[in-house]
T-cell receptor
Framework: GENVEQHPSTLSVQEGDSAVIKCTYS??????FPWYKQELGKRPQLIID?????GEKKDQRIAVTLNKTAKHFSLHITETQPEDSAVYFC????????????FGSGTQLTVLP | SAVISQKPSRDICQRGTSLTIQCQVD?????MFWYRQQPGQSLTLIAT?????????ESGFVIDKFPISRPNLTFSTLTVSNMSPEDSSIYLC????????????FGAGTRLSVL
């Protein structure tokens, strides 16, 4: 089955700096890669996703890049703000409607004011 | 998007008892999922519940311990049976919805403590 590894487990940045979180996956059939943000005590919320037919996707301060050859994808947050502080999870899902998301272990991002 | 309502939001239960968690989606969905999340940990899939068929359980989870119902396209329940302190966790309902039925949304979770 799919295996997703996520690094780093914790990340502290100064407000205004950029943050990068990286994930690798094992199943070459994976073609959908979402990122979720989970604030303390809240539900995971999708913040951005990418499909394997594109290499990069941006949404304001958030971007995701995908390297299918190397089987890794990354989340980039620019101009970080204290409200970006949360746990971020990457995930991967192989093609096929019956296939499930496999989540990474999570990254605790702390943005220091 | 989809709105997923889950209840109860939290409960404290005695060892040996059972708790049923309810999950309601505001639109019809084919696939619903149940996850467990230990504090500070990632999400672990318990089972996939499709309407009209038996739930599919992941390795390490069995139907006798976590029976699931899926009576229609908007509702599911997860029961945690014969609870022990090791079952203390957050249980999350999830569904694949949206225009392409490709985006996965989550309920707010049920925080379970077993004494």
């Amino acid at each position: 089955g799919e295996n997703v590894e996520q690094h780093p487990s914790t990340l502290s940045v100064q407000e205004g700096d950029s943050a990068v979180i990286k994930c690798t996956y094992s199943d070459s059939a994976s073609n959908y890669f979402p990122w979720y943000k989970q604030e303390l005590g809240k539900r995971p919320q999708l913040i951005i996703d990418i499909r394997s037919n594109v290499g990069e996707k941006k949404d304001q301060r958030i971007a995701v890049t995908l390297n299918k050859t190397a089987k890794h994808f990354s989340l980039h947050i620019t101009e970080t703000q204290p409200e970006d502080s949360a746990v971020y999870f990457c995930a991967a899902r192989p093609s096929g409607s019956a296939r499930q998301l496999t989540f990474g272990s999570g990254t605790q991002l702390t943005v220091l004011p | 998007s989809a709105v997923i309502s889950q209840k109860p939001s939290r409960d404290i239960c005695q060892r040996g008892t059972s708790l049923t968690i309810q999950c309601q989606v505001d639109s019809q969905v084919t696939m619903m999922f149940w996850y467990r999340q230990q504090p500070g940990q990632s999400l672990t899939l318990i089972a996939t519940a499709n309407q009209g068929s038996e739930a599919t359980y992941e390795s390490g989870f069995v139907i006798d311990k976590f029976p699931i119902s899926r009576p229609n396209l908007t509702f599911s329940t997860l029961t945690v049976s014969n609870m022990s302190p090791e079952d203390s966790s957050i249980y999350l309902c999830s569904a694949r919805a949206g225009e392409a039925k490709n985006i996965q949304y989550f309920g707010a979770g049920t925080r379970l403590s077993v004494l």
